[in-house]
């Protein structure tokens, strides 16, 4: 299976791509989209194409996208959404199912402390996927969400997780 994690930001969305061969994961692709300065509808539509274009070119079977957290600053927070809407709309666009998992959900499948920094999900994200070197951080972010999925989303025999959230690393309803 080929999972597709997409760190939304507006300005830099980070993308990870995996491979998911029975247990083993191996590295596909990683990197980051950047948007131009400028309007917000422009780097809306700058982060629609670069994940359309990420889409074709490595053809995931599913999407995994960090869910937004509130912010100190109300309008940073509305703004992230917009940039993960875009993000959601790409990959619906091309018919993909969308799974999604907060950060802390996340940094606890990767490295099982759900408050580890940037630079221990950087550091397991190269371990578990055997890199040669730390990935960029909004890359690495992205691969811990599709790492996260792969493990988690799957690693339940494929249980139906919808209604469901993670509480003490538990799925409770």
Avoid: W
Avoid at 4 to 31: C, H, N, W
Avoid at 49 to 76: H, R
């Amino acid at each position: 299976m080929r999972i597709l994690g997409i760190d939304p930001g507006l300005r830099v969305t980070g993308f990870g791509v995996i491979d998911k061969l029975g247990q083993q994961l191996v590295y596909v692709a990683s990197g980051c989209i950047r948007t131009p300065t400028g309007e917000l509808p422009q780097r809306l539509k700058s982060i629609l194409d670069g994940l359309g274009e990420v889409i074709a070119t490595y053809g995931p079977e599913q999407v995994v996208v960090e869910k937004v957290f509130v912010n100190v600053n109300p309008q940073s927070t509305l703004l992230l959404g917009q940039a993960r809407g875009a993000a959601i709309c790409a990959s619906i666009l091309k018919d993909l199912p969308v799974a999604e998992y907060t950060a802390l959900q996340v940094k606890q499948a990767v490295v099982g402390n759900g408050h580890a920094a940037k630079e221990q999900v950087q550091d397991m994200v190269r371990r578990l996927l055997k890199l040669e070197g730390d990935p960029q951080a909004d890359a690495a972010d992205a691969l811990a969400c599709a790492i996260c999925h792969a493990h988690g989303g799957q690693g339940l025999g494929k249980l139906a997780t919808a209604g469901f959230r993670m509480k003490n690393g538990r799925l409770v309803k």
